[in-house]
């Protein structure tokens, strides 16, 4: 059983197009995260959400917008999408009490 | 903001040589952690340190905090092809109610056969 799957894996889109990228975690935990990690490798959160409240928004423009229907469930949703925007997403689940991150396999997002 | 710095950035060894990774900050973190990150998939916990000075073992890695927690290091003995992978630290700190984790630069270690 997968822990914390996202989907798509794979996405390749036009500039200026709206997407998503879902996100559950089977693993009972209370707070998910969204990261973005560049082509430098570079892994920097975006958003966090403990029970279905968001506690954590970086700087991230307000193009993209996170939506957690329940506990288990952390989408994200991109409009008009930029070059820059280019990148792996990273879901990550955890226990607020515990430190351990479970990351899913990432979703791989090229706009061309 | 909170930063951590890697060192080295990329490193390609030999099988059966040792190596160390750093992992420095200005800031102190209640606890620190390390990562692996195979190609294609996320990253994955190899070792939490939460005390300053404390050293903890996992067969051929060695991780150790620093006394201030403010850096760690990663040492690797006799490395293997299978430990080829991007090594990231990630520095906890409290948030209001939230723990946010704030993730290293990474270092691509490649381990030649």
């Known amino acids: 059983d997968t822990a914390v799957s996202q989907t798509p894996k794979y996405l390749v889109t036009q500039m200026g197009n709206d997407k998503s990228i879902k996100c559950e975690q089977n693993?009972?935990?209370?707070?998910m995260y969204w990261y973005k990690q560049d082509s430098k490798k570079f892994l920097k959160i975006m958003f966090s959400y403990n029970n279905k409240e968001l506690i954590i928004n970086e700087t991230v423009p307000n193009r993209f917008s996170p939506k957690s229907p329940d506990k288990a469930h952390l989408n994200l949703h991109i409009n008009s999408l930029e070059l820059g925007d280019s990148a792996v997403y990273f879901c990550a689940s955890r226990l607020t009490s515990n430190g351990e991150l479970f990351f899913g396999e990432g979703s791989r997002l090229t706009v061309l | 903001t909170q930063l951590l710095e890697q060192s080295p950035q990329f490193l390609s060894i030999q099988e059966g040589e040792n190596l160390t990774v750093y992992c420095n900050s200005s800031?102190?973190?209640?606890?620190l952690q390390w990562y692996r990150q195979e190609p294609g998939e996320g990253p994955v916990l190899l070792v939490t340190?939460?005390?300053?000075?404390e050293v903890k073992k996992l067969k051929r890695l060695t991780f150790q905090f620093g006394d201030a927690r403010k850096d760690s290091s990663l040492h690797i003995t006799a490395a293997q092809p299978g430990d080829t992978g991007l090594y990231l630290c990630?520095?906890?700190?409290?948030?209001?109610?939230?723990?946010?984790?704030?993730f290293g630069s990474g270092t691509q270690l490649t381990v030649l056969p």
């Open positions: 800031s102190v973190f209640s606890s």
């Open positions: 990630a520095g906890a700190s409290s948030s209001g109610s939230a723990r946010q984790l704030t």
């Open positions: 693993l009972g935990h209370d707070t």
């Open positions: 340190v939460v005390t300053g000075g």
